[in-house]
């Protein structure tokens, strides 16, 4: 019985781990093609509306 909670947490923590993996990557991929759509386009940044005001800002990085 013990070896199968060992294995059975092992295996928890390897498809959390992989989850996290697979976000990571999408989020690094999508990072990248946009950093290239801008060097393609000479963009300096990406401009968003603030729904408050109306206002268009250059986009924060995301951290």
């Not at 060992?6 to 093609?33: I, N, Q």
Request: glycine share 8%.
């Amino acid at each position: 019985m013990p070896q199968f909670l060992l294995l059975a947490t092992f295996g928890a923590v390897a498809w959390f781990g992989y989850k996290r993996f697979v976000a990571e990557a999408e989020r690094v991929s999508t990072r990248v093609r946009e950093a290239e759509k801008e060097r393609q386009s000479g963009a300096q940044g990406t401009l968003i509306e603030d729904p408050r005001t109306g206002e268009y800002r250059v986009r924060k990085p995301d951290v």
